[in-house]
């Protein structure tokens, strides 16, 4: 059975100097999660580069994460810089979750991102 697609995306910014120590927090996880688990699909989006992907979103604290499948948004806020949350928060909506679990609702402004994400990333391939 083929796993889920699973987006996980920083959302930062270029002038943003914790942005730039979280970028190797974000890679070191990325590298030691297991990818059996579902298939991730890592993204590292400067909000400002990326305007019209990003939309309406207001990111007002970073690093801000968003991990969405193609049922809808996960996880969607600021996360503190620290490898073992990031960990704890990938086991939790991703590693271990239930195929019933009921994410919490998001604004609908971090939905639209995250459809906006999944297209990009199909075409893409």
Do not use: N
């Amino acid at each position: 059975m083929k796993a889920a697609t699973v987006h996980v995306a920083c959302l930062c910014a270029g002038w943003c100097h914790l942005c730039d120590d979280y970028r190797a927090v974000l890679r070191s996880v990325a590298a030691e999660t297991d990818p059996g688990a579902a298939d991730l699909r890592w993204h590292w989006i400067d909000i400002e580069d990326e305007a019209d992907l990003v939309g309406e979103v207001d990111v007002e604290t970073f690093p801000t994460l968003v991990i969405a499948d193609g049922a809808g948004v996960r996880f969607a806020g600021p996360l503190t810089p620290h490898p073992d949350t990031l960990r704890r928060l990938l086991r939790a909506t991703v590693m271990d979750e239930q195929g019933a679990t009921r994410w919490p609702a998001v604004s609908p402004e971090f939905q639209a991102f995250a459809a906006r994400l999944g297209l990009r990333a199909k075409d893409a391939t």
